[in-house]
């Protein structure tokens, strides 16, 4: 059964850092394509960042700069450091997972995701 599972969130204060990490299990995703999104309350989940196999990265215009996303093959996991943190960063995060082909694929659009976790909250106080 494949599984994704964040971890890291939680209350911050504007100007804090955070670090999220999506541990994969069940297969693995070395050679997929891995991003993080996220959705605030009353809003469409929306892209952060991905990453590819070679570690090609595309980030939202609204994180660059702030966020970098990262990941560890060895260990099956995908990484993303939160700086600068806003309180319109508020919203839970979602790790995802590309599909098979998608090594070389920047992906950037929800249904281009086939594997999903169940998102952590991450909360900025101003």
């Known amino acids: 059964q494949v599984q994704l599972v964040e971890s890291g969130g939680g209350l911050v204060q504007a100007g804090g850092s955070l670090r999220l990490s999506c541990a994969a299990s069940g297969r693995t995703f070395s050679n997929n394509a891995m991003g993080w999104f996220r959705q605030a309350p009353g809003k469409e989940r929306e892209f952060v960042a991905t990453?590819?196999?070679?570690?090609?990265?595309t980030y939202a215009d609204s994180v660059k700069g702030r966020f970098t996303i990262a990941r560890d093959n060895a260990k099956n996991t995908v990484y993303l450091q939160m700086n600068s943190l806003k309180p319109e960063d508020t919203a839970v995060y979602y790790c995802?997972?590309?599909?098979?082909?998608?090594?070389?694929?920047?992906?950037?659009?929800?249904?281009?995701?086939?594997?999903w976790g169940q998102g952590t909250q991450v909360t900025v106080s101003s």
């Open positions: 995802a997972a590309g599909g098979g082909g998608t090594r070389w694929s920047i992906l950037t659009k929800v249904h281009e995701y086939e594997y």
């Open positions: 990453i590819n196999w070679s570690n090609g990265r």
